[in-house]
């Protein structure tokens, strides 16, 4: 999500896009991204879920290098119609809504220091690039994506963007889905991190609680460390069918009505996947 507000900053688009420029990467930072890219490529076979592995293959991120956002969009739009644009950080809200509206994904065209390997506060063009774009390679996310666009549009005018903000980070961002082959992960923020990866799947210390979409919207998040609850959906037709069939205005009404749920809380009626020992949050102090 984005929290820049006003005007682009010089050298950017009223859209706030600008060039990638791909020829200005230096070598090392190829070498950085081949270095992420090998480290989650042995990671995730057993841990991603397929869409998001039939993903990376499709559009060849495999091969070395930061990708070129124009040839990246170009597979992209054969799959699904979707291109890739890059911006020079984090964006304002409406601007991001529109361009997801119009099925165009917004990456960083920077990279993290060798020194910022492990944790980074602003998305740079891994997470971006490799952690969101190859679900954008299946049509179901795909247009799931979109909807969230045109939501975060119709949300921005009932004043409930933190609330849809919700969806967008415990799906998009940390989501996990009930595989054929169990459970697995596809949010951007867990695929894309080396830790998470691990700790959201096998780690005994979160929750791992069913999808449903008024307890998640009243669930606060974490922005500085492991999630303490995921969320898992059956399937990412079922992410957008019960999405896109959710009148969300009356649900946003609901949710201003109740209070928020802390991120480590399980309540009885929760579809539980993982009771969570809470152990890692407790050991830092937070939980
Ligand atoms: N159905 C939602 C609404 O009424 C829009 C939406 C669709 C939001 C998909 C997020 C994801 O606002
Ligand atoms: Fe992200």
Known sequence: MS?????????????????????????????????????????LPARAAPEFLAGLDVLRLGDSGIPNFDALSERLMNATGWQVVAVPGLIPDDVFFEHLANRRFVAGNFIR?????????????FHDVFGHVPLLANPVFADYMQAYGQGGQRANGLGAIQRLARLYWYTVEFGLIQ?????????????SSHGESIFALDDPSPNRVGFDLLRLMRTRYRIDDYQQSYFVIDSFEDLLRQTLETDFAPLYEQ?????????????????IYTRGTQAYALAKGVA
């Open 113 to 125: 220091t060798p020194e910022q390997l492990d944790y980074l506060q602003e998305p740079d063009v």
């Open 179 to 191: 595989s054929a082959e169990g459970l697995r992960i596809y949010g951007a923020g867990i695929v």
């Open 3 to 43: 929290y820049a507000h006003g005007t682009p900053p010089e050298g950017a688009a009223a859209d706030w896009t600008i060039p990638q420029r791909w020829e200005r990467y230096s070598a090392a930072e190829h070498a950085l991204w081949d270095r992420l890219f090998d480290r989650q490529a042995k990671l």
């Open 255 to 271: 949710v201003a009505q109740l209070t928020d749920i802390a991120p480590a809380d399980v309540l009885p009626e929760d579809r």
